[in-house]
């Protein structure tokens, strides 16, 4: 609005504006691309990708937050970084500006949980002043904290279901691809492009837990949902990502337990999946090491923790810095120590661990807590994802974002819910018990 004197004027938006101003975008990138790319094709890959994101913006800026859940997905690297962390990073500044005065206080919690490890972890910058460290703590840091305001946003927008809704879509495309490849190759571990058989793994088990949780405000149809949970653990399976597996198993037990929303019950029969997760983790544990091969993946992580811990002895309390084995800070190169804890343990040390560790037993206690229409998925998404990276690396870009993206998710579709004012109301958990003192009476 515009005052002059007495009277006020409104400003108005002419019909078509958006359109208009989404082709003089394409036109004006278009251009500057073409002239950029003369100059080199790293910039005019980003300048591409920028010009992407700001045609989106033009029609609808929640999108570009919504975008950045399946970028997850994308591995491949546009210039310096990856695409999943460039889409990341503008969803972050656009989620910022979406949340304001939008009840992002009611996350606070979870921030603090992310920030706890943030600042354990910055201290050894001090001690290991190289580039490479302070980019990557950086990067962590959009990564933990700007997942989690990315994932608000979707959700406080009423965005959360086509978010979700696209990752499991395109997670069952990937299945579908790692199936055919798998028939194709006589049942070999599935490589995609730039997806190998842990990452395919990383992303169905995200997906199918998605599909099974299936929280009601995601509301898929219960026939596809299940189909589409099959699907994803037929494509772990095809893949043969042995980690994403015991991941995905120890996920549905934790929303077997949970209680339903629907009729308040929680599986009878879902204790019995621990027996084949460990049976599983044993057999192939000791099938592998009994080949006394020591380039196979049991044997090479055994000479990795060894060299790995060889590395934190170096600095045992603080660390010596993000990325070493890129770096060769260390003296080490060539490997990404296959574990969270050894990993954060070598970068960051002791102070450093005890931060990671604060962050997930706050984001699971925080998630536990929600009423289970909402932190349900977010519980099982985080714990999964922490058991997976016992047996894998952690610190991969779009996989260490989506578990803090949905966890922001389920508290951004808490307080859609509270401000439209839409109840969920839970029903009564139900035990055997009540169940026969209902017969009864």
């Known amino acids: 609005m515009a005052s002059v004197g007495s009277q006020t004027f409104a400003w108005r938006v002419v019909p078509g504006t958006r359109t208009v101003l989404g082709i003089v975008s394409i036109v004006v990138i278009g251009v500057a691309a073409g002239i950029i790319s003369a100059q080199g094709a790293v910039w005019a890959s980003l300048l591409a990708a920028g010009a992407v994101l700001t045609v989106i913006a033009v029609f609808d800026l929640t999108l570009i937050a919504v975008l950045a859940v399946p970028a997850t997905m994308i591995m491949d690297r546009v210039g310096p970084m990856s695409i999943s962390d460039f889409v990341l990073g503008a969803a972050t500044l656009v989620a910022l500006v979406l949340v304001r005065g939008k009840g992002a206080i009611r996350m606070q919690p979870l921030l603090w949980a992310g920030a706890a490890y943030i600042s354990l972890a910055a201290p050894q910058l001090i001690l290991n002043p190289y580039l490479g460290n302070a980019i990557e703590l950086v990067h962590e840091f959009v990564l933990v904290l700007g997942s989690m305001v990315v994932g608000f946003a979707i959700g406080r927008q009423g965005r959360a279901r086509l978010a979700l809704s696209v990752y499991a879509l395109a997670g069952c495309g990937i299945a579908v691809a790692a199936i055919v ?20 793994g990383g992303i169905l088990m995200v997906a199918a837990l998605i599909t099974f949780a299936n929280p009601p405000w ?7 949902a299940y189909a589409s949970f099959a699907l994803c653990a037929f494509g772990i399976l095809a893949a043969q990502s042995r980690q994403a597996i015991i991941a995905l198993l120890v996920g549905v037990i934790i929303v077997g ?8 019950k929680r599986s009878r029969w879902i204790w019995f999946l621990l027996v084949p997760v460990a049976y599983f983790v044993y057999a192939e544990v000791s099938a592998q090491l009994a080949q006394n091969d020591q380039f196979s993946s049991s044997a090479q992580r055994l000479a990795w ?12 309390i603080f660390g010596v810095g993000q990325r070493w084995w890129i770096a060769g800070y260390a003296g080490f190169t060539g490997f990404q120590p296959p574990n969270a804890e050894i990993e954060v343990l070598t970068t960051v040390g002791i102070v450093g661990l005890f931060g990671f560790l604060a962050m997930f037993a706050g984001a699971i206690w925080l998630t536990a807590k929600l009423p289970p229409a909402y932190g349900t998925l977010a519980l099982a998404v985080i714990v999964a994802r ?39 109301t839970p029903h009564p958990v139900q035990t055997l018990f009540r169940r026969t003192e209902r017969l009864r009476t």
């Open 181 to 200: 490849v798998a028939f194709s190759q006589g049942f070999q571990p599935v490589y995609l492009g730039m997806l190998h058989k842990n990452a395919i």
């Open 218 to 224: 995601l509301n898929w149809r219960p026939v596809w």
């Open 257 to 264: 337990l949970r209680p339903r929303h629907h009729n308040g």
């Open 305 to 316: 923790y060894a060299d790995s811990i060889s590395v934190w002895q170096m600095s045992p």
């Open 386 to 424: 922490l058991v997976q990276g016992q047996f894998d690396l952690y610190w991969v870009a779009g996989q260490s974002s989506i578990l803090w993206i949905i966890a922001g998710i389920c508290y951004g579709v808490q307080e859609h819910d509270r401000v439209h004012g839409v109840v969920r």
